[in-house]
C-alpha cells in the first residue's frame, strides 16, 4: 500500500495494562463458557487486492501453481481452475496476529505438495518471534514451529527477494535467512533450525541481514542488505558448507543492497537486481547485472540508469526491485523498476541477456473495470508502484504477474493487463457502517484507499473510493441515526480532510470549510440522529490531541468544544438528537451533552482507562443505552446516558461489539462482539441482551487481529461483518 499497513494503533491492540474496577459495580458470578452457535458461512467482502503484494512465486514444475505473499496479509495458493487466489492463513488466531506478515516463502521443486513459509510481521522489541509452517498438501494444512528470532514481513525491504530456500541437493534441507540473527539451516524440512556457522555477513540489531536466497544449479547465492556499497553484499556456497564472497561484484551506490536474483539455466547466468535501500520507500539509485556462473564473469545490464529528467523536469530517480527469467526461452528476463514516482514504474524485458530492453509500461493497455479503485479517483490508473514481486509462468513465456502496492497485475500477451487478484483482499479495515435502507448493505472506512460504498459484497464497488474529496486513509464514518441518507466521512487527504454525502455514500461532496488542524490529525466525526450537527476530534499520528470541533451547518463553519475531552472518539445517540457522549480514556470517565455538543459534563468515572481504544457503541432506537468495549477489562453498559456503569460478567474481554437485527421473538436486538467468555478471543454473538453467548467463527476463520471494528446488519438476521488488519472484511451468515 501507500504507507505501512500495521499501525502501532494496531499492533498495541490488547496490550495495555488493566485498570483498577474498584469503584464500579458488577452482577456477581463468573464468565461462563460461550455455547456452540449455528454453523456460519463465511465470505470475504469483493473489494480486488489493496494491498502490498511482496513476492509471487510459480511452481517450477506444476503448470497452474503458484502462491502470492502480502505484508500484513498472509499467503495465498493459486487455484488455476476457478481462476481465484485461495487464503492460506487464516487460522491464525488473535494471539499471531503477528504471523499473518510473511516474510518468505518457498517450494520444492522436486516434490510439488510441499511448501514453506516464514512467518513473522515484526522485528521489533515488542513483536513476536517469527514461526515456519510447512505443508505437505499445498497449504490445506500446515505443522508449524516457533523460531527464537523475529522476522519482518512488512518492514522496510519486505519486497526484497525469497530468503526461504530449499536445498536442490537436498530436499530436506531448507535455509532461511534473517534480518538480524544471520542465516539458518534445517535439516529436517523445518521442524527445527540451528544457525549457520562461518556465514560471512554479521548482523546487527537494526540491519536488513540476508535479503534474497537463490539457487544457481547446485550453488547457493545469498544478498546481504547491511553493505555500505563497497563491503561485499552476495555470498555463495558449493558445498552446502563453506561460504565464500562473489568474487568481482558491482560495488557502489546504485549496487548497495541486493534486492532479488534469478536464474536463466540455460545460459548458466544470473540476473541480480539492486538499489541504494532495501524499499519499497526511499530508493533513488539502483542497477541491474548478470553474473556468467560457470567464468565469474559479471556485466552491467542495467536498462535505464536513475537520475535523468522527466518531461517536466523532475528528477527520475528509482531503484530496480523484481526479476524473472523466462524458463522457456533463454536469455529473456524481465525486471522492474521501484519507487519511481516521477515517471511512474515499470517493467522492462529483454529477450538477448540485456543487451537491448523494451519497456513494458509503453505499450501497456490496463484494464481495472473489475477493481475500478485502482484509478484512485483519477482517470486511468497507473501502470504501478512498488513493483518488486515479479514472475514470468514457466509454462507460458507471455503469462507475466507483478505486484503493486494495490494489486497484482498479470498479463497473457505482453500488451492487455488487468488485476489477477480475485481472492485475494489485503485491506486494513478501520470503520464499517451497515445502514438500515438503500442499495447498499455495507459501507467502509479503509486504510490507505478511503471510503466504499458497497452496492454488492461479491464484486468490488462500481464506484471505486469515494471522491470530491479522495483520501488516503480514512478516519471516521458516520451515519444519522434516523436520517441514513446522510452520511460523513473523514481522513487523509490532499485536497480536504471531510465530506458528506445526501444519499447514502454513494456521491460526495467536501466541507465547505475545515479547522486548520484537520489537515494533519483529521480524527474520528459523529453526527446526531436528525444530521443537524457534526462533532469532530483530531488527533496526531504522533498520539498528539486537540479540541474537539462542532459544526451546524454541515460543515461550514466550525467552533471549539473545549469540554469535550480531546481526542475522545464522540459518539451521537441514536434516538435523542441533542446527545452526544465520550468516552475519556485518559481518567475513564463518561462525558455526555444534552445540548447538542455545544458542553459536556463528566458523568460516570472510575472505569478502566489508559488506553485509547476502548470502545463506546450505542443500542439502535433507545436514547442512553452505551455498551462500553475496555479489552481485556471486559464489558460495560449504561441505561442511564452514562451516568452509572454496570460490569456484564457473561464475558471476560469485549474489544468491539455492534447491534443487529433481532432473532424472531427477541426483544432486544442481536448483538455481536469480538472479545472472549473465557479462553478463546472470537467472534460472538448474542440474542438475549448479552446475557449468554455463542461462538460464530470458527478456528478456521480467525484472520489474526480483529479488534478495529465490527458491524452488523440491521436487515438481515445473523449476518455480522469482521474489520480485519489485512485480510479485509469478512462476512458472515448463518447456514440455514
Known amino acids: 500500500m501507500l504507507t505501512s499497513r500495521l499501525s502501532r494503533r494496531a499492533v498495541l491492540a490488547g496490550t495495555a495494562a488493566a485498570a483498577a474496577l474498584t469503584t464500579v459495580p458488577s452482577f456477581p458470578g463468573r464468565a461462563e ?55 492460506l492463513n487464516d487460522d491464525l488466531g488473535w494471539d499471531d496476529w503477528n504471523l499473518l506478515g510473511v516474510e518468505a516463502m518457498a517450494v520444492d521443486p522436486a516434490h510439488p505438495d510441499r511448501v514453506y513459509l516464514a512467518l513473522g510481521t515484526y522485528a521489533q522489541s515488542w513483536a513476536g518471534n517469527g514461526a515456519v509452517l510447512r505443508s505437505e498438501n499445498r497449504g490445506a494444512t500446515w505443522a508449524r514451529t516457533d523460531l527464537s528470532v523475529k522476522l519482518g514481513g512488512n518492514e522496510d525491504g519486505r519486497g526484497a527477494g525469497e530468503r526461504l530456500l530449499v536445498d536442490p541437493r537436498d530436499s530436506d534441507t531448507l535455509w532461511l535467512g534473517t534480518r538480524h540473527d544471520g542465516l539458518l539451516k534445517s535439516t529436517d524440512r523445518g521442524a527445527t533450525w540451528a544457525a549457520v556457522t562461518g556465514f560471512p555477513g554479521t548482523p546487527t540489531s537494526g540491519g536488513q541481514g ?96 536513475p537520475g535523468g529528467t522527466t518531461s517536466d523536469g523532475s528528477a527520475d530517480t528509482f531503484g530496480y526491485g523484481g526479476v524473472a527469467v523466462d524458463a522457456r526461452r533463454p536469455g529473456t528476463v524481465v525486471v522492474s523498476t521501484n519507487n519511481r514516482w516521477a515517471a511512474v514504474d515499470t517493467l522492462y524485458r529483454t529477450t538477448n541477456g540485456g543487451r537491448t530492453w523494451t519497456s513494458l509500461k509503453d505499450s501497456a493497455v490496463l484494464d481495472v473495470s473489475e477493481t475500478p479503485f485502482l484509478t484512485f479517483g483519477a482517470d486511468k490508473p497507473k501502470f504501478g508502484w512498488w513493483i518488486q514481486a515479479l514472475a514470468v509462468d514457466p509454462y507460458d513465456s507471455k503469462h507475466i504477474v507483478y505486484g503493486t502496492g494495490a494489486t497484482l497485475y498479470g498479463t497473457r500477451d505482453l500488451r492487455h493487463w488487468a488485476p489477477q487478484i480475485r481472492g485475494l483482499e489485503e485491506t486494513s479495515v478501520r470503520q464499517l457502517i451497515s445502514p438500515p435502507s438503500g442499495e447498499a448493505h455495507l459501507l467502509s472506512g479503509l486504510g490507505d484507499i478511503g471510503v466504499m460504498y458497497h452496492e454488492r459484497l461479491t464484486s468490488s464497488p462500481s464506484r471505486g473510493m469515494a471522491s470530491n474529496p479522495v483520501f488516503g486513509s480514512a478516519t471516521g464514518l458516520a451515519q444519522a441515526a434516523s436520517k441514513p441518507s446522510y452520511v460523513v466521512r473523514t481522513g487523509f487527504g490532499d485536497h480536504g480532510n471531510g465530506a458528506f454525502s445526501n444519499d447514502g455514500g454513494r456521491t460526495w461532496a467536501p466541507f465547505a470549510a475545515q ?30 490531541k486537540y479540541p474537539a470541533r462542532r459544526s451546524t ?3 461550514a463553519t466550525w467552533s471549539e468544544v473545549a469540554t469535550c475531552p480531546k481526542g475522545a472518539t464522540p459518539l451521537a445517540d441514536p434516538a435523542d438528537p441533542a446527545r452526544f457522549y465520550a468516552y475519556d480514556t485518559d481518567t475513564g470517565t463518561l462525558f455526555a451533552s444534552t445540548d447538542g455538543g455545544l458542553t459536556f459534563t463528566g458523568r460516570a468515572s472510575g472505569l478502566p482507562s489508559g488506553d485509547s481504544q476502548f470502545q463506546l457503541t450505542a443500542a439502535p432506537g433507545r436514547s442512553g443505552d452505551l455498551w462500553l468495549s475496555t479489552k481485556a477489562n471486559g464489558l460495560y453498559r449504561s441505561t442511564d446516558g452514562g451516568a452509572t456503569f454496570t460490569r456484564l460478567t457473561s464475558c471476560r474481554a469485549s474489544h468491539t461489539l455492534a447491534f443487529g437485527k433481532a432473532a424472531k421473538g427477541a426483544d432486544h436486538p442481536a448483538i455481536y462482539m469480538v472479545g472472549a467468555t473465557e479462553a478463546i478471543t472470537g467472534v460472538y454473538r448474542s440474542d438475549d441482551g448479552a446475557k449468554t453467548w455463542v461462538r460464530v467463527n470458527d478456528d478456521r476463520h480467525q484472520w489474526g487481529w480483529i479488534g478495529a471494528t465490527i458491524a452488523a446488519d440491521p436487515r438481515l438476521y445473523g449476518r455480522v461483518y469482521i474489520a480485519t488488519n489485512g485480510r479485509g472484511i469478512q462476512y458472515g451468515d448463518p447456514v440455514r
Open 515 to 544: 479547522p486548520a488542524i484537520a489537515k494533519d490529525a483529521p480524527g474520528p466525526i459523529a453526527v446526531n440522529s436528525d444530521g443537524s450537527v457534526l462533532l469532530w476530534t483530531f488527533v496526531h499520528w504522533d498520539g498528539t
Open 33 to 87: 463458557a460461550a455455547s456452540v452457535g449455528p454453523a456460519y458461512r463465511w465470505r470475504q467482502v469483493a473489494i480486488g487486492g489493496t494491498g502490498f503484494v511482496t513476492g509471487v512465486l510459480f511452481h517450477p514444475s506444476v503448470r497452474g501453481l503458484a502462491y502470492a505473499r502480502t505484508d500484513i496479509g498472509g499467503a495465498y495458493r493459486w487455484d488455476d481452475r476457478s481462476a481465484r487466489w485461495i487464503p
Open 553 to 555: 451547518d454541515n460543515g
Open 210 to 305: 540476508v535479503t534474497l536466497l537463490v539457487a544457481a544449479g547446485r550453488v547457493l547465492y545469498a544478498g546481504w542488505g547491511d553493505s555500505d556499497g563497497t563491503a561485499a553484499n552476495l555470498y555463495r556456497t558449493a558445498d552446502g558448507t563453506t561460504w565464500e564472497t562473489v568474487p568481482g561484484q558491482p560495488s557502489g551506490t546504485n549496487a548497495k543492497v541486493p534486492i532479488r536474483a534469478a536464474y536463466d539455466c540455460h545460459t548458466r547466468e544470473l540476473y541480480v537486481t539492486y538499489a541504494d535501500a532495501p524499499g519499497p520507500n526511499g530508493q533513488s539509485d539502483g542497477s541491474v547485472h548478470r553474473l556468467a556462473t560457470t567464468s565469474g564473469t559479471w556485466t552491467d545490464v542495467t536498462p535505464v540508469r
